[in-house]
């Protein structure tokens, strides 16, 4: 008798652990927002005057493709609007390979990385570093951001550099219309 409440306990405890070897449950379409919040703020990220934030991928809305590989590796496709990003006026589509990782203490809270670089509709190239801390709920995540970004275009170079944010994401199913360029 004593064995019963214990027999019915093990199969919970696996049931978060199955899900953590799968990082495959956050693949899909997601519709992404990202906000700075510590731009201009005091002892906040330093930008310069021309930094052209609304074509960042990390300064408002995207649609992530997500993909995972094996073990902590996987893409994110950033499609982007084209008057927001993109090769001088193209719908764009970037991959990037990123790495994800399960804390121990909690199996959907995701740290998620990556680095690399872009072009904008305005002719601005960057080199950029990405690290997020993100909390998976099934059908949406969220969590902080950082982002550094060295750029240069139209007779400029510049930096955004100590950058801050929020990010919120939504699951985007069949027939969820964000107005983004397919």
Known sequence: MRLLPLLLVLPALGGCASECDDPTRVEGTWAVW????????????????????YEVFANGWSRWEITWSK?????????DAAERAGAYGEPIAQNYQVT??????????????????????SRTNHVFTYVADLTW?????????????????NGLTGALTGGV???RAVRQDEGFETGFAR
Do not use: Q
Request: glycine content about 12%; overall charge negative; proline content about 1%.
């Open 137 to 153: 709920t099934g059908d949406a995540f969220a969590g902080t951001y950082t982002y550094d970004d060295t750029w240069s275009g």
């Open 100 to 121: 994800m990782k399960s804390a121990e203490d909690n199996c959907n809270r995701i740290a998620l990385s990556f680095a690399s670089e872009f072009a904008t509709v």
């Open 165 to 167: 944010g929020e990010l």
């Open 34 to 53: 990202h906000h700075l919040t510590n731009v201009g703020a005091e002892g906040g990220a330093t930008v310069d005057e021309a930094y052209p934030s």
């Open 71 to 79: 073990g902590s590796t996987g893409s994110i496709e950033i499609k």
